[in-house]
């Protein structure tokens, strides 16, 4: 169990830094104590489902997102479908329908319909 509370404790830290965030601004974001987002990171704490959900909506990240990098056999058969939806996800609703619009286009192109 040790493992695992690092491997998340590690996942929560390396989204929150990517979001430029403070330990403290996570857990305004997510609703928990700040000590305890830090308890988190160290491995120090054993999560529970209700922290975890509270903690990836704040961070704007699935569970299976969350989870990928900790365990990736989850979802594996959808790594490229993640590798879309990360590179879509920072870019405006505009960006994310013009390139919507390109695979749509690229897709017909194979011959598929919708």
Do not use: C
């Amino acid at each position: 169990m040790d493992r695992i509370n690092t491997l998340v404790g590690d996942r929560v830290r390396e989204l929150r830094k990517k979001k430029g965030w403070s330990q403290e601004e996570l857990s305004y974001e997510a609703g928990v104590h700040y000590t305890f987002v830090g308890k988190v990171e160290r491995g120090e704490s054993n999560l529970i489902l209700e922290s975890v959900v509270k903690m990836t909506k704040a961070l704007n990240v699935s569970l299976e997102e969350f989870f990928s990098t900790i365990d990736p056999s989850i979802g594996k058969e959808k790594s490229v479908l993640n590798q879309i939806i990360l590179l879509l996800q920072n870019k405006s609703l505009e960006d994310q329908q013009r390139l919507y619009e390109i695979i749509q286009t690229v897709d017909k192109a194979f011959g598929n319909k919708e």
